[in-house]
């Protein structure tokens, strides 16, 4: 079966009749009618921007949980300095004014520890260490947390800052006996696990201590009209989607330092042990400006399936298309689109698909990674140190990738890498790679 066909319509057609059609209730969903408004202020939150509020914002967080549901309501004009809070109950939205400012704790006791296997199957540990070691254990909290809730919109149009620092959260990235992480990985900035029909929109977030919006284990996910930023720091992502199904992310700003659009799956063998792939996302009209591109892996120990990129602006970004794994993770990643991607300037490569992310010597049949099925239709690159680095395995090639009108301006350098790839262009590619196809004839022509 052809991908030209095929692949166009499971990449675009597929994910918008499976997201879209799924986030119908998501996008048309009011504020919960049971238990009304719960303003911070009234439990007495000062929103000064120095007094912590935080005994303030969990007693709120209670109440809406003890009411079933509701709204709770960080008002106009406050700053809120405050440590982590939970979201427990159902039918919740969280309302962040346009005026106000929830501002993370630069204080580590101010973000509890949770065990990372319990929250996060996945992965079952935490960031920055080894896994197996004690540190490995907990990670802290992030500073939104939502469990196994159902029915959750984060938006108001105002500020989330996590607040992290160079002499705090991002200093202890590589020693994790410092404050403040001491001794626990570091927290997300917000993170969403087990839960189901969520609306993230309409909010600046800002200076995340590791992965900023981190939707694990999710079903009928709509993120939308976000402006994300972060300096360039250790794991600074902009979005992860993680083992998440039914995924729509589109008209947003991420300007970040890391992996700007990721989806991922798990990693080795937690993630194959978990065994819940990523499916069914479409990614649409988005402008990324720093970060490492708009990617699938490392973490695909799980599978990914039925994703796709398209109508994405970048501009100064580290690396534009970008699917990595490596032996040992395992999982099949297939029927990937990136569609209509325009790239201005580029750091590194324009397009990066590998297999060998760290190089790892052999390992066996279910944990070496396998990528099908990836369509690249549409492309344009102005510039950047390289075309194109396609780098699979000797025992598992990149298979079936599909180059449509994918073209490189004369601001861009040769290419790199070339090996252990099944591929093909079309005649508008230009140029097409070494260890590609190049056929006669364009599939806009037929």
Known sequence: ?????????RGCLGVLVAVAGSMGACRARAAP?????????????????????????????????????GTLLFPSGGTYLTGAFNITSNDTVVLIEQGATVLGSTRGEDWPLVIAAEVWPQFGHGSDC???????????QSLLFGWNVGNLTVTGGGTFDCNAQKDTWWGCASALDKPPCSGAGRPHCLMLSSVVDVEVSHLHVANSPDWTLHFSSCTRLHVHHLNVTNPLEPNADGIDIDSTQDALIEDNYFSVGDDALCVKSGIDYFGRLYGRPSENILFRRNIIGTGHGITIGSETSGGVRNVTFED???????TGVRMKSQRGRGGVVEDVVYRRIDMKEIGGQCIQITLNYHPEPPTNKTATPVFKNILLEDIR????????????????????LTLVNVTMGDGVKPSTACTDVDCTCDALTS???????????????S
């Open 1 to 9: 079966m052809p991908i030209s066909s095929a692949m166009r319509n």
């Open 33 to 69: 009618q049971a238990g009304g408004t719960f303003d911070v202020t009234h439990f007495g939150a000062k929103g000064d921007g120095v007094t912590y509020d935080t005994a303030a914002i969990r007693a709120a967080t209670l109440a809406v949980a003890k009411a079933g549901g």
């Open 130 to 140: 080894v896994p197996g070691t004690p540190e490995c254990r907990l990670m802290h």
């Open 312 to 318: 994405i602006t970048m501009q100064n970004t580290g």
């Open 381 to 400: 690159c102005d510039k950047a140190s390289a075309q194109y680095f396609l780098d699979g395995l000797p025992e598992s090639h990149v298979q079936n």
């Open 431 to 445: 140029p097409c790679p070494a260890c590609c196809v190049k056929k006669s004839r364009s599939v806009h022509d």
